[in-house]
């Protein structure tokens, strides 16, 4: 497996860098260090703030990040990886920033088995060409690069078992209870914890690419706070600093459980649909309205079936979707 971790150096990540440690940093020290005028240091830091970076400023004392942060390593990443994961990839590289990981490796003409993670993605893709905010070091963003030569089952199933899959491995890092919101949220304490993005290239009856887009929020930064359909939350909302994992022990475990889980795909979704799908299962039982482009259809969710799509009793009988938006307040 090769690794790559690529730095640019600009300016916003030697400031950002500096800031790391948590403490604070005087600006006439920060210009000093960056070798710039304090204005420059000034406008840097909007710039970051802009970009989510969660930084505060005290008067007398200077800035700082509002939460230290390790930065993601390729290569620390690949020391947690279990041996097995590591000869089933064939690279697994870091970048300071992108458009898009999906993008990045949907326009790849490769069919080399590929993790790719950026601290910051200017046009992050989310569900049904809607934007995922993807704050500076706020998360992970990590795309997983998998080719299959049959997928009977589609990606509507597989993004299925990711979702569990990711809740299982936060689980068992110490974050609690996750749930999983039909068809691809990470739900904590009512709140949205991540999601997950599949995209094909090719027929899923043949020879098919996928991208499996991961984004799962470390910290909610002040620009990216406030209400919308789910309120979020952050894996370092959830845990006390003296139990808190660091950032490339998280991403090699959601590496190592995404890589294990396409790996026995299709094979596992039925023992995942009939054992542990129940119970992350968010929905099930609830009375929602799923949002189509025909209209709002409202009904109880009666569960999944085998090939991903939503079950849902209504007055005209239970109905199948295989997409929609459930725009459900979801609480503890």
């Known amino acids: 497996m090769q690794v790559s971790t690529r730095r640019p150096g600009g300016r916003e990540v030697r400031l950002f860098e500096l800031l790391a440690d948590g403490r604070f940093h005087s600006g006439e020290v920060i210009a000093r260090t960056l070798g710039v005028s304090r204005a420059a240091v000034w406008k840097t830091m909007q710039r970051l703030r802009a970009m989510g970076g969660a930084i505060d400023a005290v008067r007398g004392r200077g800035y700082r990040s509002r939460y230290p942060i390790e930065a993601l390593s390729a290569q620390v990443m690949a020391a947690y990886l279990d041996p097995v994961v590591q000869a089933r990839l064939d690279r697994l590289d870091v970048v300071e920033r992108i458009d898009s990981t999906n993008a990045a490796l949907l326009g790849e003409a490769r069919s080399d088995r590929r993790v790719l993670f950026a601290e910051y993605q200017s046009c992050g893709r989310g569900r049904r060409g809607r934007r995922w905010e993807s704050a500076w070091c706020g998360g992970f963003y990590l795309s997983l690069r998998w080719v299959y030569t049959d997928l009977p089952s589609g990606p509507g199933a597989l993004a299925l078992v990711v979702g569990?899959?990711?809740?299982?491995?936060?689980?068992?890092?110490?974050?609690?209870?996750?749930?999983?919101?039909?068809?691809?949220?990470?739900?904590?304490?009512?709140?949205?914890?991540?999601?997950?993005?599949?995209?094909?290239?090719?027929?899923?009856?043949?020879?098919?690419?996928?991208?499996?887009?991961?984004?799962?929020?470390?910290?909610?930064?002040?620009?990216?706070?406030?209400?919308?359909?789910?309120?979020?939350?952050?894996?370092?909302?959830?845990?006390?600093?003296?139990?808190?994992?660091?950032?490339?022990?998280?991403?090699?475990?959601?590496?190592?459980?995404?890589?294990?889980?396409?790996?026995?795909?299709?094979?596992?979704?039925?023992?995942?649909?009939?054992?542990?799908?129940?119970?992350?299962?968010?929905?099930?039982?609830?009375?929602?309205?799923?949002?189509?482009?025909?209209?709002?259809?409202?009904?109880?969710?009666?569960?999944?079936?085998?090939?991903?799509?939503?079950?849902?009793?209504?007055?005209?009988?239970?109905?199948?979707?295989?997409?929609?938006?459930?725009?459900?307040?979801?609480?503890?």
């Not at 887009?213 to 979020?232: L, R």
Request: with cysteine; glycine share 14%.
């Open 164 to 332: 569990v899959t990711l809740a299982d491995t936060l689980e068992a890092l110490g974050y609690g209870a996750i749930g999983v919101k039909w068809p691809n949220d990470l739900i904590r304490g009512g709140r949205k914890l991540g999601g997950v993005l599949i995209e094909l290239a090719g027929d899923p009856t043949g020879t098919c690419r996928l991208v499996i887009g991961v984004g799962i929020n470390w910290q909610i930064p002040p620009a990216f706070e406030g209400g919308g359909d789910q309120p979020a939350t952050g894996l370092m909302d959830i845990i006390g600093s003296t139990r808190r994992p660091g950032r490339n022990q998280v991403a090699a475990a959601l590496v190592d459980a995404l890589v294990r889980a396409c790996h026995a795909f299709p094979a596992n979704f039925d023992g995942i649909l009939a054992e542990r799908w129940p119970r992350r299962d968010v929905l099930y039982g609830r009375e929602i309205t799923i949002h189509q482009p025909s209209g709002l259809v409202t009904g109880r969710m009666a569960g999944i079936d085998r090939e991903g799509a939503l079950l849902l009793d209504t007055p005209a009988g239970q109905q199948r979707f295989y997409s929609g938006d459930i725009r459900v307040r979801l609480t503890e």
